[in-house]
């Protein structure tokens, strides 16, 4: 059986997508990237917005309107927020909730009668995530969270904080890095939280990693700025441990992270930063930014934004306030007009693009260890054009001759110049 998966959303989301991916593999069933050959396709849905819920409603139909044939699972936030709902549109023929995640591949095999094929589970197979187009993996080592801020409809929807166990972690990295992934991306929706319901902690799952694996790199996900354990900017010494952290601070004025329930303030937020900064140059400390929260005054308008300024940020991710039903903030006083939220976020894009094309200037002429993915443009004058990261997360280009094989492979450049989108590079090594 050929199955297509889908996702929407955060990196978690596509952390599981990946462990079902294999999961189905050792049953001995097929990925495929193309909808049109699969037999059972799985959607794993979003709903941290009101845009977020109707993009998931858009995709479970337009692929059962392109599919028809395919049986259809669908889980994820929008699945079990909304369940009744989900369970109702044309086509879907199983939903999983994120309280069954752990189990949506025996569930969707014994549920919807679909046989498993032994005799092929131990042939070796393409590993999924190249079928599916990717270079690096997502793992998944949390989930749930236990705060509340007052905007996010998440922690309504994934649940009590639950981590997984250090080997369970080390054991899939080394699967993963046995069939040529050569990067790690660790995902939770509360990844600071790690190991707070099994005695352990982030510093210490890291450590375990980067002594019991040998995959060249290792990066983390959005982390919330708060229950950073001690040493814990002392592991970016280590150079398999990549230089980008993604900390949303959702607001650069006091009063409204009071507001929005969040613990981090903005003095303490500078705090962190000033460490990574010191502890390793080039630290790319990218961010998330609500505009127009509830209540949100001019004057605290004009505060996130000299604070943001100041921070000096690599990227920024920029979200308008849409209320979520279920969440307190979709009941406070004093909305913002549409009007204003727009102007706010022409504003903050501006500001946003400028301080990414600063960091961008401070890293030419640098050298960097890039990990060069396999999609390629060919170029006029009869050479590839491969794109990449480096270590702290900039988006790189290289143009070699057809017979220079750069996929999946990590190799050394020097930063030359920014182009729209990309940084041009040329190889050292």
């Known amino acids: 059986m050929q199955i297509h998966l889908k996702t929407l959303g955060c990196r978690l989301n596509e952390a599981e997508l990946e462990t079902w991916a294999q999961a189905f593999q050792a049953k001995g069933h097929g990925i495929t990237r193309n ?44 699945a079990t927020l909304n369940e009744t709902e989900a369970a109702q549109l044309m086509g879907v023929d199983l939903i999983v909730g994120n309280q069954d995640k752990n189990q949506l591949v025996e569930k969707t095999l014994a549920e919807l009668n679909l046989d498993s094929m032994p005799a092929m589970s131990t042939e070796p197979g393409e590993v999924s995530l190249f079928s599916r187009g990717r270079q690096r993996a997502f793992v998944k080592v949390q989930d749930g969270c236990r705060y509340r801020c007052t905007f996010c409809i998440v922690t309504v929807a994934r649940g009590e904080e639950h981590s997984r166990s250090i080997q369970d972690v080390i054991d899939e990295i080394n699967t993963l890095h046995s069939q040529g ?128 300024k100041m921070v000096r940020f690599g990227h920024i991710h920029i979200f308008s306030y849409s209320p979520r039903e279920g969440t307190a903030a979709a009941t406070f ?77 990590v190799r050394q450049a020097r930063l030359l110049s920014a182009q729209p989108g990309w940084i041009g590079t040329e190889l050292i090594d």
């Open 333 to 409: 006083p004093n909305p913002v007009s549409q009007e204003v939220k727009k102007q706010r976020s022409r504003q903050l894009h501006e500001l946003a693009e400028n301080l990414k094309q600063a960091f961008i200037a401070e890293n030419i002429g640098t050298e960097a260890e890039i990990l060069w993915e396999g999609q390629t443009e060919a170029l006029d004058n009869g050479k590839n054009r491969y794109f990449g990261y480096t270590p702290n997360y900039l988006r790189v280009a290289c143009d070699v001759a057809e017979d220079v094989i750069l996929e999946n492979r």
């Open 181 to 308: 992934i050569n990067e790690a991306i660790i995902t939770g929706v509360h990844l600071g939280g790690y190991g707070s319901d099994i005695g352990s902690d982030l510093v210490e799952l890291i450590t375990e990693i980067l002594n019991k694996t040998e995959i060249p790199r290792l990066r983390l996900g959005s982390l919330e700025p708060w229950e950073l354990p001690n040493g814990f900017f002392e592991l970016f010494k280590n150079p398999r441990l990549m230089p980008h952290l993604h900390l949303p601070l959702q607001s650069g004025s006091d009063s409204v992270l009071k507001r929005m329930a969040r613990r981090c303030k903005t003095e303490e937020f500078s705090q962190i930063v000033n460490l990574a900064r010191t502890t390793i140059p080039h630290f790319n400390i990218t961010t998330d930014i609500i505009v127009g929260f509830p209540g949100e005054t001019e004057q605290e308008w004009q505060e996130s934004v000299e604070y943001i």
């Open 35 to 78: 909808l049109n050959d699969a037999q059972l396709v799985i959607i794993n849905s979003c709903a941290v917005t009101q845009d977020a819920v109707r993009k998931s409603k858009q995709l479970i139909r337009r692929i059962h309107r392109d599919n028809p044939q395919a049986k259809l699972v669908v889980s994820g936030c929008y």
